[in-house]
């Protein structure tokens, strides 16, 4: 088959064709036409020249070339497409290097095999361009809601049609048991879009938290506006939903906003979510009062915060106990994601039966080691006292203030902490030196007797050692594996070491070692300050 004067505007009525179809650009499919035309001219003329093929965009007309270029002569490889520089002198007048000699040669006549080799080429580049055109379609669609039409179901995943391609809703991204069958109408959140060998991947997901936030950007017109803030999502898909919500107009209700009139927008995302139940919360700055209002319907007594920690412990009612957790722990799982904080929760006779068991454990404490009668411990816990530093060194007056404490009596309390705290240091300095740590360590600001000990029974002897610690690895902190929070114990944790604190101490230790310039530190600081008024 040769390509004369009759079928020449036929190539561009086909590349019209084709791209109509796919809805992909003609100049791709007359791209892809010219690379086979070459590829079929390479195997009539010879794989080694270099022969490039040109489709006229207005007649149709292709044109066969033959390119040689000058190269070096060190590089010169093939001298069917290259010259050197003192050949190309016989074909061209004062050439260059690059200099290319570009020359038309008579059209090749496409055999069957040719012919399908050629057809082969533009098939699987108008499937490229397919490709490239689904994927920049719905790249920046990625955390919208799409309406697709389900086409079959494969080992419980569903594919469904989006128009120029297909999207994958796999079966854990489904809502409870849901089923559908061909043809159905399926609303779903686009999750993620990748670019992958086979093709771009279009991942949907109807159990995202994001899907319920989209859906009531579509419902309630203030969350579009920007007037309610949807501030956190928690789902247990299918079943129950928890989502934050804040007005930045003193004016509206959010929460009465996003229920609507007679629970209308409320409703309609529910019927969308297979009647999933939702319970909409007010947003509070205030990490407690928030988490009272998410716990809801539960009632709480009292709310005790650890923030260091993450952690937070709600006391609540005998009776409102099984509403707080929740079926299955629901309720309180459901509030905790919504926080992002663990929670414990106590009934109101546990928390005492705590207080009572730490209110014991100090008595004993102070009796133990200032040598006092039950009655006078219990009055300095009474206090408010909680260890001997503080009775060490508080100021004499607080001791006064105690119901038949003096002078003299306050001034022996002192002493006698006094003098127990540095039995206890020199106990806890002799045995960190029977282990074998140095005095760079012990003489080191910031480390006390008792940490100095903990750090040489963990192997920490020198002050080198303990410059290489993380500061996790001193303060303690979590890890969260698989979205489960984990506990890493710290070696100094016990002694109340913040993180903060702890890299403080293990940056001082490098500047003292001459491992840290202390400029660096400083500009690191300034650094991190313009951040957070730019942030501000």
């Not at 068991?357 to 100090?362: G, I, Y």
Request: overall charge negative; some cysteine.
């Amino acid at each position: 088959m040769a390509i004369t004067s009759a079928n020449q505007l036929e190539l561009l009525q086909t590349a019209e064709a084709v791209a109509r179809e796919k809805n992909i650009d003609p100049g791709l499919v007359v791209e892809a036409m010219e690379e086979s035309l070459a590829r079929a001219a390479k195997s009539r003329y010879g794989a080694e020249m270099d022969i490039r093929v040109s489709i006229d965009r207005k007649t149709g007309r292709a044109t066969f070339t033959r390119v040689r270029t000058v190269v070096e002569d060190e590089e010169f490889e093939n001298y069917q497409a290259q010259f050197t520089l003192e050949t190309a002198k016989d074909w061209m007048e004062n050439p260059q290097i690059g200099d290319t000699l570009v020359e038309e040669v008579p059209p090749v006549e496409l055999g069957r095999i040719a012919a399908q080799s050629a057809k082969q080429v533009i098939l699987q580049k108008v499937r490229e361009a397919e490709r490239d055109k689904q994927y920049e379609d719905f790249k920046d669609r990625a955390g919208t809601i799409i309406n697709a039409l389900v086409k079959r179901e494969e080992y419980g995943n569903v594919i469904v049609d989006v128009g120029s391609g297909e999207a994958i809703l796999r079966r854990n991204e489904k809502i409870g048991r849901e089923a559908y069958r061909p043809n159905d109408r399926i609303r779903c959140y686009i999750k993620d879009v990748r670019r992958e060998q086979r093709g771009p991947q279009i991942f949907l997901s109807r159990t995202a938290p994001e899907f319920m936030a989209e859906l009531f950007k579509m419902e309630v017109p203030e969350i579009y506006e920007g007037i309610i803030e949807i501030k956190a999502v928690a789902r247990d898909p299918g079943s129950r939903a928890k989502i934050a919500v804040i007005s930045y107009d003193s004016s509206i209700d959010p929460v009465g906003a996003c229920v609507g009139m007679r629970g209308s927008r409320v409703q309609a995302v529910v019927n969308e979510l297979q009647g999933e139940k939702i319970d909409i919360i007010p947003w509070n700055e205030d990490m407690p009062t928030f988490l009272v209002n998410a716990l809801q319907p539960a009632e709480v007594s009292k709310v005790v915060l650890d923030e260091e920690a993450g952690k937070i412990e709600v006391v609540v009612p005998e009776e409102q106990l099984s509403l707080a957790i929740g079926r299955r722990g629901q309720n309180v799982r459901l509030a905790s994601q919504l926080t992002g904080l663990d929670i414990d929760i106590l009934t109101e006779e546990e928390e005492s039966k705590r207080r009572q068991a730490e209110f014991e454990l100090r008595t004993k404490l102070f009796m133990d080691t200032l040598d006092l009668d039950e009655f006078f411990a219990q009055l300095l816990v009474s206090e408010g006292f909680t260890n001997l530093e503080e009775v060490a060194y508080v100021e004499a007056e607080e001791l006064l203030v105690i119901e038949g404490v003096d002078a003299d009596t306050a001034g022996e309390l002192q002493a006698r902490a006094r003098d127990y705290l540095e039995a206890q240091n020199k106990k806890a300095l002799d045995h960190a030196r029977e282990l074998g740590v140095e005095d760079s360590l012990v003489s080191f600001e910031g480390l006390t007797p008792q940490m100095v000990e903990a750090l040489a029974m963990d192997g920490v002897k020198t002050l080198e050692d303990f410059a290489t610690c993380a500061d996790w690895e001193l303060a303690g902190g979590w890890t969260v594996v698989d979205g489960q929070r984990h506990k890493d114990e710290g070696v100094l944790e016990k002694f109340d070491l913040s993180l903060e604190e702890a890299q403080t101490l293990v940056m001082t230790a490098r500047v003292a070692l001459g491992w840290v310039d202390p400029a660096d530190l400083v500009a690191d600081d300034d650094d991190t300050d313009m951040e957070e008024e730019a942030e501000a």
